[in-house]
Structure formats: C-alpha cells, structure tokens
C-alpha cells in the first residue's frame, strides 16, 4: 500500500503478530512468553511534516520508532533475554513497515542510515 504523504496524515505503526512464533515456541519454560492474539497499533500523525526536508524525514522516523516501542512493549512482559529479543525484533518489524508504507524516499534513507548504524554498534 502506497501512502501519499499530504494525502494521508496518519499512519498506524502495527506490532504483535509479525514476530516470528519460532521464538515464541522456545520460549516455553520460565516465563512462558504468548503470543499476541491480536495486533497492536499506534497512530504517527504526519501531516505536519514536509518529507522532502531530511530533517522532517528523520522527526517522522523517530515518532514510528516511538510508536513501535510502545506498541510492542508487550513482548517484553516478561524479563528475559528471550523476551527482549522479541521486543527488539517487534520493533524494527513494526519500523520497518511503516517506512515501507510511507514509500518516501527521504524517510528510507533514514531508515536505512539508522538500520547501519545499529548493525556497527
């Protein structure tokens, strides 16, 4: 799906059923992680923002990421390692999908910036 910046203002950042339930199953023990059975979304208004300015680009990138950690923040219930994968992989799923349904150039460079640079650290 393709969203017009200006056209649609809000985008919803959705979390929760896109973690793999390979983790999930091994998780069963201590802690018993469960999976979602529904999915969670968070609203990111936009419309504010011009995305051909960089930095406009990079505020929306960071109100997604916001919106991502909120909305998954139930896969890390839980205190564990396992857990905090998942959170982290809920995260950059959820990131990832909206930049996708954005489709604007500046917000994937972003993206992608922000991507290589938590690989290197």
């Known amino acids: 799906m393709t969203i017009a ?3 649609a ?3 919803a950042v959705i979390a929760g059923l896109a973690v793999g339930a390979g983790f999930q199953a091994a998780a069963a023990g201590k802690g018993t992680l469960h999976k979602p059975e529904s999915s969670t979304s968070r609203t990111v208004n ?16 960071q109100r997604i990421t916001r ?6 923040r139930h896969q890390n219930e839980v205190r564990s390692v396992l857990a905090y994968l998942l959170y982290k992989k809920c995260i950059a799923l ?3 999908d909206a930049v996708a349904k954005v489709n604007d150039a500046n917000l994937s460079n972003v993206h992608r ?3 290589q640079s938590v690989a290197r650290k």
């Open 5 to 7: 910046p200006k056209a």
């Open 9 to 11: 203002a809000v985008l």
């Open 94 to 96: 959820a990131v990832e």
């Open 46 to 61: 936009f419309a504010d923002l011009d995305l051909s300015d960089p930095a406009d680009a990079a505020e929306l990138h």
């Open 67 to 72: 919106a991502a950690r909120i909305a998954c």
């Open 113 to 115: 910036a922000e991507t």
